[in-house]
């Protein structure tokens, strides 16, 4: 089954929600004409990461996602994370819409604590993989890419495709551009991966979103600047793949217990 990707490298100006959104909302128009049907945008694609006032941005969550949903058809789906209060707790939530309304959510578990990310937000406590008309989605959320753990996981639960949103920084953009192919290969399934670029909080985003096929292959790769990515899979490819190095036929789980 062909599908086209489409990927918002967003410059997000942090806390400059009229002006992200403006842009991302353009972007999403301009791909669904274009027939693309899985749109991923990078992490806290809003606000980036304005930790002073992320709660109160928090509140215009909703009304975001309904945007998206008004512009986008029957057959689009859009992935991307916003912050998110549930019972009076902070989250980096991913969410997964289409045109009927939201999907599935999930809530970034690996919070980077370098950054002080866990003094802000709740980590969340399930691995989702949600099954959609176009194929069985993983979702992560930056920091979650170090962890092969969780990648596994979704893959056991039926994942073929591994959507990622970020704010990777430059420094370590090497080390993003080598998990991203490692998590692919392992697992054997399609990673689309949007990550931020610009500057926040003096911290230079590394950009480079990219999808990667199941054997490793870079299918199409942003450099560091404001861009959209347009590219094309077949789903089919994850399963020929898996026929002809069977690695997951291959696990022995009884010895992998640590």
């Not at 986008?72 to 009927?100: R, S």
Request: glycine content about 6%.
């Amino acid at each position: 089954m062909l599908v086209k990707i489409g990927i918002i490298q967003l410059d997000i100006h942090l806390g400059e929600i009229n002006r992200n959104v403006n842009y991302a909302l353009s972007n999403i128009q301009n791909m669904v004409e274009k027939g693309v049907r899985l749109i991923v945008l990078p992490e806290l694609w809003t606000s980036g990461f304005d930790y002073k006032h992320l709660e109160k941005i928090a509140e215009t969550t909703p009304k975001i996602l309904q945007e998206v949903q008004q512009i986008i058809t029957a057959n689009t789906l859009v992935i991307g994370t916003l912050p998110e209060i549930k019972k009076g707790k902070l989250y980096n939530t991913a969410f997964l819409i289409d045109k009927t309304g939201l999907l599935d959510f999930y809530q970034k578990s690996h919070l980077f604590t370098p950054s002080g990310e866990d003094k802000h937000f709740t980590p969340g406590k399930k691995a989702v993989v949600v099954t959609t008309h176009l194929s069985k989605i993983g979702v992560l959320i930056c920091y979650d890419l170090r962890f092969p753990e969780i990648a596994r996981c979704l893959t056991l639960k039926g994942a073929e495709i591994l959507a990622i949103s970020a704010a990777w920084p430059l420094e370590r953009i090497e080390h993003w551009r080598i998990l991203l192919r490692a998590r692919a290969i392992e697992n054997q399934l399609f990673v689309i991966a949007a990550n931020a670029s610009g500057t926040q909080n003096k911290i230079k985003m590394g950009g480079h979103s990219a999808v990667i096929s199941p054997d490793g292959t870079c299918l199409i790769e942003a450099d560091d600047s404001e861009t959209i990515l347009i590219t094309e899979i077949d789903l089919k490819r994850v399963y020929t793949f898996r026929e002809e190095i069977p690695c997951l036929k291959s696990r022995r789980p009884e010895i992998y217990n640590v």
